[in-house]
């Protein structure tokens, strides 16, 4: 195959000087071979099935022949309706989605982003020995499978396992983690006296789901689950933000220890806003991943237990695959893929405010400069290989 | 101090996985944390190799993701070379319809993905399951940003000599670029192992499980049924070897963090 393509690209060598317009038009003939593989593998898996689902989410199709026969209907925006307006088994599953996954957004976001930026903060520091060791410590979780975690997670926080073991030298009798349904915040008030919601919150609500359901916080199975996905993502933006550091280079810090700052208040008024655009990327993907959560309810409690541990995407998978509810689950994910739109450009606004102001920027910029001139020097001192070896990935951001 | 008890935190886990795998099932429920089996035992693993669908699995796995990565390395860099060297009307269109299809999130379009393999008639077949993997946009991004890294000059000279674009690209850029083709081996490697719900949707029959849906079906009961944790945790451990090994091999790459310029 690539004898071929070679002859057939090297075929005119007997014409001394092609005209340039020939060649032109062989360039452009070879680029769109070279992209073809592409273009075609990405249309007929992606952008064709897009086409073909919104269609379904607008239709009657029950999962039995071709969705574009004659025996499926268009239904308008029926099946959008029955997830969203219309009182039922459909909505309330889809509001209790909604919900599970908004709390696990709200606390597995910013526990990633912060524990990540200490472990990076941590590590960055000079004097630290066996860096690589800790590195490899809490980035290997991230390289594994989230199913091969899954099961350890399920053995750990099974109801004999070894968190429960572990409370229980602390007198602390664990819950059955996976199979506990009570929302954390309500366990709470339940310990403050308060087991039963006003029925202002009880008697109300949105999407099928009472206030009172609504503000449940997230169930102590999806607690579990929560805890688990940190443990793996945390290495991966770990990383992220070991490299931002490492390209702040550590001029403004030591200006801070001249003037006297001290650990946290370098760490809070010196290298995070500098870290700014990379707090930016980590909150953004960890919103789109946190909304996106499947392997791990799939492979764990399957949106159990009493449905706290519910998905949008797994319910939408569920709704198509195990009740033939095609038109709903398309409909389903359709949504999700605007909450997911919406979610991230109203982070992006968030951040957009609070943009440093002009006269810091010059300020850190000015000691950077000042600091490269430094840091030149010692570069060209290490080895080069180390350079060499870095270079290629230098610009995968 | 506080490092090195998050090291253990994240270490932990891995080591009472293992020890776990070499208990009894009696042993692992009531000692869930001794890191000492009171009696070793390697019936896990036997059960799992002589007597079980796992040797199969595995088999699966091997085959989709050795297809998956030659192919993604060989289509990325194609693709990465034309959108970063080749002039052609279009380019910009392709290019920006690249950046488009890299924010769709995977998850939504499980049911479309179904849809489109079942009526192509490669559903529950080795084809369903490796060709919609062939091309990963951000593998293409990285070598596209690679090859703009290499400077014009080396292609010229084998312009002047005439030499054909497939051959320019095959023999004089694709050698240069042997870092950006090693982090897209293993990134495709590593995806390709770990991938699951791609699966789900594009297989149903038993004989073509990977080992990331059959040990899935494990975890809800099917071969072990109840709290049998030992041959769970041992299945795990064995489909998160791989991945390790490559893991162990290329570190240094794989947590690229620019090393070189931070003094020690």
């Known amino acids: 195959m690539f004898a071929k393509t070679d002859t057939e690209s090297t075929g005119n060598d007997f014409v001394p000087y092609a005209p340039k317009k020939i060649k032109h038009a062989k360039e452009q003939l070879s680029a769109w071979l070279f992209c073809a593989p592409m273009l075609i593998i ?16 607008f239709s009657d199709w029950t999962g039995r022949g071709n969705p574009f026969s004659a025996g499926v209907h268009f239904i308008g925006v029926g099946n959008y309706e029955s997830v969203l307006t219309t009182p039922g088994l459909a909505q309330s599953d889809f509001g209790t989605a909604i919900r599970n996954n908004a709390w696990y957004t709200l606390l597995v976001v910013p526990l990633q982003t912060l524990l990540s930026l200490l472990l990076a903060v941590m590590l960055n520091r000079r004097i630290l020995k066996a860096r690589s060791f800790f590195r490899t410590a809490f980035y290997f979780p991230s390289v594994t499978s989230s199913v091969a975690i899954t099961v350890l997670w399920l053995f750990l926080f099974g109801s004999t396992g070894s968190i429960n073991a572990v409370l229980s030298w602390f007198g602390v009798k664990g819950p059955n983690w996976f199979n506990d349904p009570r929302g954390l915040l309500q366990i709470l008030l339940a310990h403050l006296g308060v087991s039963r919601g006003p029925s202002a919150l009880t008697q109300h609500g949105l999407l099928g789901i009472s206030w009172w359901d609504w503000l449940a916080g997230p169930s102590v199975a999806m607690f579990a689950i929560i805890l688990m996905v940190i443990f793996t993502t945390s290495g991966t933006f770990m990383l992220m933000f070991i490299a931002a550091l490492q390209s702040i280079g550590e001029g403004t810090e030591e200006a801070a220890i001249m003037d006297g700052a001290n650990a946290w208040q370098r760490l809070w008024h010196v290298t995070v806003p500098q870290l700014k655009p990379t707090i930016f990327t980590v909150v953004t993907l960890g919103i789109i991943g946190t909304w996106q959560v499947f392997d791990q309810i799939y492979t764990g409690t399957k949106g159990g237990p009493s449905k706290t541990t519910l998905t949008p995407a797994y319910l939408s998978y569920s709704a198509a695959f195990d009740n033939q509810e095609w038109g709903q689950g398309a409909a389903i994910s359709f949504i999700l893929f605007v909450i997911i739109v919406v979610m991230t450009w109203i982070q992006r606004q ?26 030149h020097v010692s570069a060209s001192q290490l080895s080069s290989s180390a350079n060499a070896s870095g270079r290629g990935e230098d610009h995968h951001e | 101090m506080a490092l090195i008890i998050l090291a253990m935190i994240y270490i932990m886990p891995f080591i009472i996985q293992i020890a776990t795998s070499f208990k009894t099932d009696a042993d692992a429920a009531a000692h869930p944390i001794s890191l000492v089996p009171q009696i070793w035992t390697t019936a ?68 479309p993905k179904f849809l489109i393999i079942k009526s192509l008639g490669i559903y529950d077949s080795y084809f369903g399951m490796i060709l919609p993997l062939l091309i990963d946009a951000s593998g293409v991004f990285i070598m596209k940003n690679f090859f703009e890294s290499i400077p014009k000059s080396v292609e010229e000279q084998a312009k002047i000599d005439r030499a054909g674009t497939f051959r320019i690209f095959w023999s004089i850029v694709l ?84 090393e070189g310029s931070v003094k020690e």
């Open chain 2, 175 to 258: 050698p240069m670029a042997r870092p950006a083709l090693i982090t897209i081996t293993i990134l495709s490697f590593q995806g390709s192992w770990n991938e699951l719900s791609h699966f789900i949707v594009a297989t149903q029959s038993p004989s073509l499980m990977t080992l990331t849906k059959g040990v899935a079906s494990l975890a809800s009961g099917q071969l072990s049924a109840g709290t049998q944790y030992p041959i769970k945790l041992a299945a795990a451990a064995i489909m998160t070897v791989p991945v390790a090994i490559l893991f162990f091999i290329f570190q240094k790459r794989i947590m690229n963090t620019n």
């Open chain 1, 350 to 375: 968030i951040m957009k405010d609070r943009k440093m102001s002009r006269r810091k920027i010059a300020y850190y910029e000015a000691l950077k400069s000042e600091t490269r001139g430094l840091r």
């Open chain 2, 44 to 111: 896990a693993y036997r059960r799992l190799f002589l007597n079980s669908d796992f040797p199969l699995w595995f088999k699966n796995s091997v085959i989709v993701t050795v297809c998956v990565t030659a192919g993604r390395v060989f289509f990325d860099s194609m693709a990465g070379y034309a959108l970063s060297r080749l002039k052609f009307r279009g380019r910009e269109t392709i290019f920006a319809m690249l950046v488009a299809v890299m924010s769709v999130p995977m998850v939504v379009l499980l049911i």
């Open chain 1, 42 to 57: 990405l249309g007929v898996f992606l952008v064709i099935p897009i086409i073909m689902a919104l269609w379904v989410s």
